[in-house]
């Protein structure tokens, strides 16, 4: 709601929780997971028949709290991946088990 508010547009919320739930349910589906991008053509095409938010700020917005939720996912990743391995390494220099 707020990255449509960046963009002058007011979206209630009973329209972003219908779209989210029409994302759900179509991600839940086999044939269409959210890789293949129909969950996100879905979202976009429910906020555009409710309440007429343009495909160009739809496009935009959904783009934006991806690529920040891929940011923030991998950064922390990345870093509890660098902590594991440096507990391990210290675990093994100090000659105990690996297990604990």
């Excluded at 309440?51 to 509890?80: M, Q, R």
């Amino acid at each position: 709601m707020l990255l449509f508010a960046a963009f002058g547009w007011a979206v209630p919320f009973a329209a972003v929780a219908m779209a989210k739930c029409a994302h759900g349910i179509i991600a839940a589906v086999p044939f269409t997971p959210s890789i293949s991008g129909v969950p996100y053509v879905m979202t976009a095409v429910l906020l555009y028949q409710t309440v007429g938010v343009p495909y160009e700020t739809l496009i935009v917005s959904l783009a934006a709290k991806e690529a920040f939720a891929n940011v923030v996912f991998w950064t922390s990743f990345g870093g509890a991946t660098l902590d594991i391995a440096g507990r391990s390494s210290k675990t093994m220099r100090a000659g105990g088990s690996h297990n604990g």
